[in-house]
């Protein structure tokens, strides 16, 4: 397949963190929504985009513990829940009313590794979260990123969409057997199909969309999930129980995790370009399922071709319209 997926070269690497990717950029006068913006990464890529001058605005469904994780960075602190689509519809009118645009709009919320639940619409927890709440939120902001002329959406995935492609016949698991790391991989795969299908709609009223895996950070919230043996065996902590930082192997600190967010989000040397998977503060190879096979999540080099599909990015859009019961897009209205 023909394909964008191709670095170039940006000068950074596994070790760089989002104060170095930020460095010399000025946003100043520039409008940014971050979720997940008080944990993990999230809280990091908030910090950088903020210190660059932009406006930052983090949603949350604990406002107590979003004041704490971002305690003396100037940030505005909304209601907002992933799982909840009034409360989202709630959220992006707030800010549409207030006429302004959205420049930057990073999607950093997310949740890994969870038993088998269904939100109150009967959808599975990693796709409810991690993709449709995300894409309900995009789809109401759409006027403010048109209205930005010049905004990008980042959307942060993970390796693990290499082990799962959508199944489009039981997105929510209802007729297969139930394995909470291929459901997390699948609403990952879903995460990059997104930034694919969003790109292309998005292009003409310059806006463009992104996708990337930050690296394996165990500091974050997405490993509670996991016993800690497990994590001893993979290698990603070790006996004292500590996170093992070797960027080299992608396993970072949460600054180097959320340096491609914040690259994705803000570099000019991505101008012009959008629909692409990107690691390490560069855009990633695409990879062959036999070369894929041989990784280890720390070890990830690139994006499975079953991500970058444009066939399986509009489908995916479709079926995301349906199960939140949204009319089609629109791009141009």
Known sequence: MATLQKPIGSGFGAASTAGDVIKGIDLSGKIAIVTGGYSGIGVETVRAIRSAGARVIVPTR????????????????????LLDPASIDAFAKRFIASGQPLHILVNS?????????????????HVATNHLGHFQLAMRL????????????????????????????????EHRDYVPWIAYGQSKTANILFAVAMD???????????????????????????????????GLVGEDGNSIIDPARNMKTVEQGAATSVWCATSPQLEGMGGVYCHNSDI??????????????????GVMPHAVDPDAADRLWSLSEHLLGLEPFKPGA
């Not at 949740?111 to 599975?124: F, K, Q, V």
């Open 109 to 125: 919320a997310g949740i890994g590794g969870a038993p088998l639940t269904r939100d109150a619409r009967g959808y599975e927890l």
């Open 200 to 234: 292309e709609r998005g292009k003409a009223h310059g806006v463009r969309a992104f996708s990337l895996h930050p690296g394996s950070i165990v500091s974050t919230g997405l490993s509670k999930y996991v016993p800690s043996e497990l994590l001893r065996a993979a």
């Open 284 to 301: 990633a190879p695409l990879v062959t399922d036999t070369l894929a096979a041989n990784q280890f999540g720390s070890m990830a080099l």
């Open 62 to 81: 604990d406002r107590d513990k979003a004041v704490r994780a971002l305690d003396g960075i100037d940030v505005e602190i909304e209601a907002m829940d």
């Open 142 to 173: 759409w006027p403010a990123l048109r209205k930005a002329k010049g905004a990008r959406v980042v959307s942060v995935s993970a390796w693990a969409h290499s082990r799962a492609p959508i199944v489009f016949e039981d997105i929510n698991f």
